[in-house]
Nanobody, 127 residues
């Protein structure tokens, strides 16, 4: 059973930065792509960023481009999301997720491709 534990969320002001972390356990972390998704109240879950198993391919959702950076440290079984220049519209619960396909050639960017999810961490950005 895979477990994903997110941390790093909180209440910040517009323009601030946060770094989210997600530690994985239960299977070989380095073989699977990882993604960060978010879900705001009353909205659908959306991709923030995804990173391939070896870090060679990265995809960002439109809202994250130019401000957020995803990275991973396979030695620490951890994926990170560095969020800069935060805006009130970034307020959401942020989820870490692990891909269902090992060593995937095509980077997964939709929630349906991810079979394990963390419990989520709340990010609130005040204006």
């Amino acid at each position: 059973q895979v477990q994903l534990v997110e941390s790093g969320g909180g209440l910040v002001q517009a323009g601030d930065s946060l770094r989210l972390s997600c530690v994985a356990s239960g299977r070989t972390f380095s073989r699977y792509a990882m993604g960060w998704f978010r879900q705001a109240s009353g909205k659908e879950r959306e991709l923030v960023a995804a990173i391939s198993w070896n870090g060679g391919s990265i995809s960002h959702g439109d809202s994250a481009k130019g401000r957020f950076t995803i990275s991973r440290d396979n030695a620490k079984n951890t994926v990170y999301l560095q969020m800069n220049s935060l805006k009130p519209e970034d307020t959401a619960v942020y989820y870490c997720a692990a891909d269902v396909i090992p060593l995937a050639v095509i980077l997964a960017t939709t929630p349906g491709r991810y079979d394990y999810w963390g419990q989520g961490t709340q990010v609130t950005v005040s204006s």
